[in-house]
């Protein structure tokens, strides 16, 4: 697919993307460590760690892959999820078997989360790529877009979503 046809799909839901390679997605081991000792929804969510597959894993899988998306969403992660499973689900009917979407943030699909299999949103519900091991600063500044860590609430936030292609 030419990089005209994926403006025409994202138009009017995501600021901006690259076409990039799977390969060049940064990853690291450290990156659960941050979920864990650090955010309030590690093991709260089946989106979130533990549930959600290794920095290992994630590397293999990322390689398996030849193409992917890279969306910037500045400002509000809030429709990020939903959007991107909306992509997902777009470019399976279009042919790419393998699409898979990792937003960024955790899951705001139910408050709470049971925890429990089954989820209650399997159509929308997707591990984060920080969830997965994925460096975000690493990878979308490898890329030339903003990010920056949000020191207080007047900060600009910029969010981040992954769709796998093949």
């Not at 979920?35 to 929804?41: I, L, P, V």
């Not at 089946?46 to 969306?71: N, V």
């Not at 943030?105 to 997707?126: F, M, N, T, V």
């Amino acid at each position: 697919m030419h990089q005209k046809k994926f403006e025409e799909i994202l138009s009017g839901r995501i600021q901006n993307f690259a076409v990039i390679d799977p390969h060049e997605v940064v990853t690291g081991e450290w990156v659960r460590l941050k979920c864990q000792y650090g955010c309030d929804s590690f093991g709260l969510c089946l989106t979130c760690p533990p549930y959600s597959p290794e920095p290992s894993q994630t590397r293999t899988i990322l390689d398996s892959y030849r193409c992917a998306l890279l969306l910037w969403q500045p400002e509000t992660w809030q429709n990020l999820r939903r959007i991107c499973a909306e992509l997902e689900r777009e470019f399976f009917l279009l042919g790419y078997y393998k699409a898979f979407a990792m937003p960024s943030g955790p899951c705001e699909l139910c408050d709470p989360c049971p925890c429990k299999y089954p989820c209650r949103h399997p159509e929308l519900a997707r591990p984060s790529m920080e969830a997965c091991g994925i460096d975000v600063y690493a990878t979308v500044r490898k890329f030339g877009f903003p990010i920056e860590v949000v020191r207080d609430r007047s900060c600009r936030a910029n969010y981040y979503g992954l769709i796998l292609l093949e």
